[in-house]
């Protein structure tokens, strides 16, 4: 409900973005927290059996946040998005459902084939982060420009879905759900 938000002498501009700011801030978080309970799990696991080591040091702890979390500008800029164009409390669920399937893809195709060693692929949001978190777990270190290129073409993204949903919010039909 946006009615008593938009009550508020605020703009429109001003609660998106505060929406969207606190929801990365959540999403960041929950990264950490994540990334915390692998280090700690992880070491205490027998992965000997399945032919898995994992030397996990501050480096790869660090390159990992960094390559992570600006990520989180992108998902919740769009998860902010896709539901402004929604009809029902519904429908919104099954765009962030379908969402999440989209960004397993980049993952997926990793696996399954090589991507090239392209520098330019890095700045593609979900696609960067792939490949940077596969080289650092794979033993290598990505130069800084690479976590540049990819946190910031992933906050860039992020900042224009949300430009484009508080514009969006300008409209009546938007914010109060009229057809008309």
């Given at each position: 409900?946006?009615?008593?938000?938009?009550?508020?002498?605020?703009?429109?501009?001003?609660?998106?973005?505060?929406?969207?700011?606190a929801?990365?801030?959540?999403?960041?978080?929950?990264?950490?927290?994540?990334?915390?309970?692998?280090?700690?799990?992880?070491?205490?696991?027998?992965?000997?059996?399945?032919?898995?080591?994992?030397d996990?040091?501050v480096?790869?702890?660090?390159a990992?946040?960094?390559?992570?979390?600006?990520l989180?500008?992108?998902?919740?800029?769009?998860?902010?998005?896709?539901?402004?164009?929604?009809r029902?409390?519904?429908?919104?669920?099954?765009?962030?459902?379908?969402?999440?399937?989209?960004?397993?893809?980049?993952g997926?195709?990793?696996?399954?084939?090589?991507?090239p060693?392209?520098?330019?692929?890095?700045a593609?949001p979900?696609?960067?982060?792939?490949?940077?978190?596969?080289?650092?777990l794979?033993?290598?270190?990505p130069?800084?420009?690479?976590?540049l290129?990819?946190?910031?073409?992933?906050m860039?993204?992020?900042?224009?879905?949300?430009?484009?949903?508080?514009?969006?919010?300008?409209?009546?039909?938007?914010?109060?759900?009229?057809?008309?």
């Amino acid at each position: 409900m946006l009615e008593p938000l938009l009550l508020n002498p605020t703009s429109r501009h001003a609660i998106v973005a505060g929406k969207w700011l606190a929801a990365v801030v959540f999403a960041g978080v929950g990264m950490v927290s994540v990334l915390a309970g692998t280090l700690v799990l992880v070491p205490r696991m027998d992965l000997s059996a399945l032919g898995i080591r994992m030397d996990v040091g501050v480096f790869q702890t660090v390159a990992i946040l960094a390559g992570t979390v600006p990520l989180a500008f992108f998902a919740v800029g769009i998860q902010l998005l896709l539901p402004t164009f929604a009809r029902s409390f519904k429908e919104p669920q099954t765009y962030v459902s379908l969402l999440m399937m989209v960004a397993m893809v980049p993952g997926i195709i990793a696996m399954v084939s090589s991507l090239p060693d392209d520098n330019w692929l890095v700045a593609m949001p979900v696609l960067g982060q792939q490949m940077l978190l596969t080289q650092v777990l794979g033993g290598d270190e990505p130069g800084v420009v690479l976590f540049l290129l990819a946190g910031g073409s992933s906050m860039l993204v992020g900042v224009l879905f949300v430009a484009l949903t508080a514009r969006l919010f300008q409209h009546e039909r938007i914010v109060f759900g009229t057809t008309h």
